[in-house]
């Protein structure tokens, strides 16, 4: 089994930053795609950044230019660095995460709890 655990969360005031973590555990071989979304009060879960292992990352058009999506592989972590933070990226993030439990096996995706990030004056 895997746990992905999310951290950094937090109120903080518009226009200001937040960086979350993402860190995955137990039966990993590798990570293919690492994932953050979000999810605010009544609306869908919505796709914010993806960093592939290896390749070119992809960010929703709401946070291009504010938020950055990286990776350290050794760690088995990803961050989402958010800055320029507005009231409407107030909303639960998680991450996922695509594992491979073995070099024979197929890859498995899973989800983390969730950390609240709250915007507001």
């Known amino acids: 089994q895997v746990q992905l655990v999310e951290s950094g969360g937090g109120l903080v005031q518009p226009g200001g930053s937040l960086r979350l973590s993402c860190t995955a555990s137990?039966?990993?071989?590798?990570?293919?795609?690492m994932r953050w979304y979000r999810q605010a009060p009544g609306n869908q879960r919505e796709l914010v950044a993806t960093?592939?292992?290896?390749?070119?990352?992809a960010y929703a058009d709401s946070v291009k230019g504010r938020f950055t999506i990286s990776r350290d592989n050794a760690k088995n972590t990803a961050y989402l660095q958010m800055n320029s933070l507005k009231p409407e990226d107030t909303a639960v993030y998680y991450c996922?995460?695509?594992?491979?439990?073995?070099?024979?096996?197929?890859?498995?995706?899973?989800w983390g709890q969730g950390t609240q990030v709250t915007v507001s004056s």
């Open positions: 996922n995460a695509d594992v491979q439990h073995a070099s024979w096996a197929g890859f498995t995706r899973y």
């Open positions: 137990g039966s990993i071989f590798s990570i293919a795609a």
């Open positions: 960093i592939p292992n290896g390749g070119n990352t």
